[in-house]
């Protein structure tokens, strides 16, 4: 009996985990964009995308946005790779509050006339934010592989749509910097620092050779000579001297030393 229980409370188990996967992966509401509790339904990502870079709209009154980059608060961005920004709205207005889209764009920073290049458009289906609620809309871009590193400036806007009239909002106007791909471990720092042990290693190689010149040169050096003189007594001078005090007083010398 206790055995039959079991297994009918493990077959009920297992059967309810299945009818939770198989809900999960039919239930669109699974790729609901995340956001703040009081947002309530923020939509979808939607698949057909628009082109919004040539349209400009103006923003509406009592709406505020904020940008954030979660994962990268110097906003240093690698060429080519994806980055992740955060924007939130708040809607202080007295309508519902529909996203659109949201798109961004690069330029140079001395003059934002000179567009580099514009970033993809993320697209929102169903996503609404009601009066007096705020709600966060992740976007997910990539700058070009071939963009030289160096300081740009983005311009990202937020599009949406109140009692069917479109706006928008400029999220962020500021400041990225554009690194290669690969981070720290670029072709430029690898060749710097192959260079930089290159230079360090002659170097080493001409600080060795001077010691070894030296060394030899201190080895090679002759010793100095002392130079011992010789008294020698002119043959002339001593005839000249016999006989006299002198001669017998080196007689006298020699006697005494044999």
Same mark, same amino acid.
């Given at each position: ?59 509406? =009154? ?67 934010? =009601? ?41 962020y106007n500021g400041t990225i910097e554009v690194t290669e791909p690969g981070g720290l471990l670029s072709v430029e720092s ?69």
């Amino acid at each position: 009996m206790k055995i039959r229980v079991l297994f009918v409370l493990a077959l009920l188990l297992f059967s309810s985990s299945f009818l939770q996967v198989a809900r999960a992966q039919s239930d669109p509401e699974a790729e609901v964009v995340e956001g703040t509790k009081e947002g309530g339904d923020l939509g979808i990502v939607g698949e057909d995308v628009q082109d919004f870079s040539s349209e400009s709209y103006s923003p509406a =009154p009592g709406i505020e946005t904020i940008c954030v980059f979660p994962k990268n608060p110097s906003k240093v961005v690698a060429a080519g790779e994806e980055s992740e920004l955060l924007v939130g709205m708040k809607n202080d207005g007295e309508s519902n509050l529909n996203i659109i889209a949201i798109q961004a764009s690069v330029h140079l920073p001395f003059d934002h006339r000179y567009l580099v290049q514009n970033l993809s458009v993320q697209a929102f289906n169903n996503a609404t934010v =009601p009066p007096s609620a705020q709600a966060t809309f992740p976007y997910i871009f990539a700058v070009s592989k071939f963009m030289q590193p160096g300081s740009f400036d983005l311009v990202g806007t937020i599009i949406y749509e109140i009692d069917q009239n479109a706006y928008q909002n400029v999220f962020y106007n500021g400041t990225i910097e554009v690194t290669e791909p690969g981070g720290l471990l670029s072709v430029e720092s690898v060749f710097l620092f192959c260079l930089g042990v290159a230079l360090l290693g002659l170097l080493g190689f001409w600080i060795r050779g001077q010691l070894q010149n030296l060394s030899k040169k201190t080895k090679r050096a002759p010793k100095a000579k002392v130079e011992v003189g010789t008294a020698t007594t002119d043959a002339s001078m001593d005839e000249w001297l016999q006989g006299t005090a002198y001669t017998q007083s080196q007689s006298n010398k020699l006697k005494k030393k044999k």
